[in-house]
């Protein structure tokens, strides 16, 4: 297979369209709505390390990874926007790390302050994670500004953390506890050309599930929990606490790709393929249990207790992304498609504020009120959104992801171009000016102009389309269409876009009889609000007709249609001889990304089939 | 409304039939496991008291009720059989329990060698509850057999707690944490005639949920656990631990009865009808979650956690029963019966050996598997029964409620005879023989004889019946068919019995789209066993033809028909569009009361609809 680089962030602006304005509501809210519910929880004063026993807002293992995904969300944002205040922001938070900085390159605001002898010992406790995301925003912070201030102050950190366990082996383990700075030292390996990180990563990659110090977990954990159940390259199944799984699979395909070692690709393959094919919603969402918010088993897919982290299908997306570089298959983007508009999408507000941690696939209020009768409750995913969690690592996670969007939609080879996603944009690089413009998700039609040297251009026909167009002649190869390009190329595809009822595997026990409503990328669900109680109870016919309108709040079309319920008032206590007696419900659908935006009410993917 | 009273067990035999064939296993097989098991883990040797610290077998508790639930099932059986090694057991028991009774009249095994100072302090600690199982099995010793020592004891006991609860006011609570003692009482009261008895039943009645002493519960508990929350007067709703509260009505039922207590027994009603038409299951079944074996919400039924346990069944068939006796309603029979057949009898074993604590009305043995992955997992019913539990209860009673039954056939008030349910019999008393043939519940023939003086017989008609015959006139008020009667009167009553498909309000999500199978008073349920994996994907149509075959294996008719479910193999990974294309399957129904006899496999009662 061909693989293809990314063209860069900085190359890619988005142009008036739905994720467009996304990024507006990321720039204008979610980054100063975050920052300030950081700030007042003390998180970047902690970086000063000057807390003191029984001061408030004692500094927690994994607060510098929620500032590092602040601080990177915000550098991406400055691609788009010259926000002076968030510069000064920015900067003064790297000056603090700086300031705080131990004479080693260590930083590391819990254990600077408060545990300082017990450095490197803990494998459980986060510090290398926060490593890797504050090297991903230094990096990033010097990409997008060319400021590289931040990038020393990582480096130093970097050497240090080489020295302390590839060099010396003198930390209390070898592998991280939480993967994240295996992908982040590649970066780092990229921004600086210094092949010792790039060696680091591969070491951490290369020992995980091979020492015997590092099997420490929490009590509830075991060996899956960490990924740490077998050499990675032996792995073929997604295991444990889905965050750090996927996290770990992103550098595996990197590694891979970097050293062309094909045992690490095939278990990337397996992993993934187990991922799509076995253990993940129809939303991209992946973990389906809150307890060790891990993967579980094959087709287990609770609706209603799904855990499906916004973290978790985020990094389902990026490692997917990183599949389709390494290999040009659309399976690998469709994923990251599923898991971008819904899953992910479904963790921040509409209007950027508030943020899932969980995101189910069906909410009923009354189990909720179960829960009030006893005192050990069962755990159930949150109704509304929230503007902060104790463990807040989602929300500065749909900051950063989503103003770095751009990432996802080109890659190039030699002699190919690829289009991976279809948001309305420029791209230049190298002589090459790629101009995207389309109404995608709302509606199917993609207009190409490219300006520049190009011979080939490719482009995903999404796997939810059955029937397309395009104006010129093309190939069609593992779900990409290739297609000869010179300069002034225009191309026009059309992706047809209905209504499709998608059922699941009848393995996935939780879904039998049930049908989801999609259309192009995009997942539906309906609520209470529009459709009245016990949704569980309408059913909806697989020939039955929907007009499709498109809607303001939701900045997506949604969906209308008759379906079908019993008539509660109708029924007696509990149980009555069984008839094929119902009446019309009217029924709008709306994008699942969008649940849970008006109070809280019954909402549900799986609809009943008549 | 015109109340009647049980005819006395002594005076009911069973003859050939259903329950018959039940009562001979429980007789040659249940009373002698269930006592080996009670043996082998020390339960009878508690009752010498002579345990001392660090010996194997500490006592329990609440062992002094298992011992006493085995002691009244040996006694029923004895009205049945004369067995002298029984006998020779039981009276051996009693004398341990007499040789160690102090002078006071106190005894229990635990608290008399291991916290004796603490002796009707703890609310908590079961002392009233095992004190009440032993006086039912005095009196029922009593009754069998005319042997009085027994019974002797219990009322010494009585004396006590009457001086110490009533008189008194010394004890550390005011009433018991475990309901049973209240209605054991009244059966001690009707046994003696001494109204003390019948007194303290009432009071402790009158002050439940009056009292600030006995706001204290376990740490999981609130109020409502111990049914504490309210005055027993004002409450409305069936609240907290399933089986302490169908104790307790079973007392209210009674009190309310003794007393004309119309305030009490509308409780007894609103409760019932609480119970009946919003938190029972199909099965008759209570009490669907584990935590606190409790009660929830209304319409709260999950099926594969559905707690449902073997004594909260039978606790509402009695509760039920004395129902029907103080207001001949057929409603009340009817859920009698509906617990008897189903959620009660699926808790023993078809061998007799093993049974259920919890009766789920679905097993998936993968989402057993799936806690396997997690430490903490969530609590998931057994899937085979066992023959003894830490916690017994279950066992013993089913024990002394099998050979008990007759006690539920017939009830008599000045002029009419009460037939409340169907299995061959003969009932003698006061110049009064009844014969009762009838191949029930595989058929539902009934051919009465009467002979001797009688006026009326009120015959029950089912609730599951919508067309019956009788072959003398009758009037029908309540659900019963009065008939008048006289010497040598022979009745034969025929109900229809077709196969029905029940749903269930559409208020119980859990079974949206989905039917439950019966054919009279029998629940039925597919298993892997027959029906191959994936159960939740087969459907059924409401107009299929069933075959109702009797089945030696399970003493009853099972049912075959075609269903419909997806080909497996044609799908291929998660999600594919909608198709109306399914494949037939045979299908096989059991009864539900024999679920699980047959190895581990998948376990349905609530079928989809085609």
């Known amino acids: 297979m061909q693989s293809s680089k990314p063209i860069g962030m900085k190359n890619v602006k988005l142009a008036s369209g739905f ?7 990321n720039e204008d809210m979610t980054v100063y709505s975050v920052y300030n519910r950081f700030a007042e929880t003390g ?24 500032v590092a995904k602040w601080l990177e969300g915000a550098a991406y944002i400055l691609c788009e926007k010259q926000d002076e205040h968030l510069i000064k922001l920015i900067d003064e938070t790297i000056d603090t790390i700086e300031n705080n900085q131990d004479e080693t390159g260590y930083f590391n605001s819990y254990f600077l302050v408060t545990e300082q002898d017990q450095r490197f010992c803990h494998r459980t406790e986060h510090e ?8 991903e925003a230094a990096v990033t912070y010097f990409e997008i500004t060319g400021k590289d201030k931040f990038l020393k102050i990582m480096c130093k950190y970097a050497d240090y953390i080489d020295k302390v366990f590839r060099i010396e082996g003198s930390a209390g383990f070898t592998t991280p506890g939480h993967p994240e700075i295996e992908l982040a030292l590649i970066r780092l390996y990229h921004a600086t050309g210094n092949l010792n990180y790039l060696q680091l990563s591969k070491f951490f990659i290369d020992q995980r599930g091979c020492n015997e110090k590092d099997n420490k977990f929490y009590d509830f954990a075991n060996a899956k929990y960490a990924q740490d159940h077998l050499p990675l390259r032996e792995q073929k199944t997604a295991e444990g606490h889905a965050v750090r799984a996927v996290y770990l699979y992103n550098a595996m395909v990197d590694i891979s790709q970097e050293f062309q070692d094909e045992a690490l690709f095939d278990a990337c393959k397996s992993i993934f393929k ?11 969402g992946i973990g389906s249990t809150d307890v060790g918010e891990a993967f579980t ?10 855990y499906a982290e916004t973290c978790a299908a985020l990094g389902l997306a990026l490692f997917a992304h990183k599949m389709s570089l390494a290999s040009p298959d659309s399976v690998y983007a469709d994923i990251a498609e599923r898991a971008l508009y819904n899953g992910f999408l479904s963790g921040v507000s509409l209007d950027g ?16 009120k179960r829960n009030s009768c006893t005192h050990t409750a069962e755990h159930l995913p949150i109704m509304q959104r929230k503007e902060i969690f104790d463990c807040s690592c989602c929300p500065p996670n749909v900051l950063r992801y989503i103003a770095s969007l751009g990432n996802m939609l080109y890659s190039k080879n030699d002699d190919t171009v690829f289009v991976h996603h279809f948001m309305s944009s420029t791209a230049v690089l190298e002589g090459l000016k790629i101009t995207q413009k389309t109404n995608y998700p709302s ?26 167009t395009i104006d010129k002649e093309y190939e069609l190869k593992n779900g990409y269409a290739y297609i000869k390009a010179s300069d002034n190329t225009e191309i026009q595809v059309s992706f047809e876009m209905p209504v499709r009822m998608m059922e699941s595997s009848p393995y996935v026990h939780e879904n039998a009889g049930r049908i989801a409503v999609t259309r192009g990328p995009l997942v539906y669900c309906i609520e209470g609000v529009d459709c009245d109680e016990n949704l ?36 007696k206590g509990l149980y009555m001889p069984a008839e094929n007696r119902y009446m019309k419900q009217d029924l709008k659908l709306i994008p699942y990304f969008g649940f849970a935006n008006r109070g809280i009410s019954e909402m549900l993917v799986w609809i009943l089939k008549k």
């Open 297 to 306: 088993i094959d087709y287990d897919l609770p609706n209603q207790k799904a």
């Open 443 to 468: 509606e199917g039609d993609i207009h190409l102009y490219i300006k520049g040297k190009c011979s080939k251009i490719a482009i995903r026909i999404p796997g939810w389309c059955s029937s397309f």
């Open 128 to 135: 290398l994670y926060c490593a890797g995301h504050l090297m």
């Open 536 to 571: 569980r109870d309408i059913s909806i016919e697989l020939n039955t007709a929907f007009k499709v309108k498109f809607d303001e709040f939701f900045n997506a079309p949604v969906l209308f249609t008759k379906g079908y319920r019993r008539n509660s008032s109708d029924f």
């Open 43 to 66: 998180r970047f004063n902690a970086l000063k390390c000057s807390w003191t026993e029984g001061a408030p807002n004692k500094p927690h293992i994994f607060w510098d990874s929620d």
């Open 19 to 25: 994720w467009h304005g996304r990024q507006k509501i």
């Open 353 to 368: 504020k508030s943020f899932f941690y969980e995101n189910p696939l069906e909410i009923d209020p009354k189990q909720h």
């Open 274 to 284: 187990n991922i799509a094919e076995r253990r993940m919603y129809i939303t991209g």
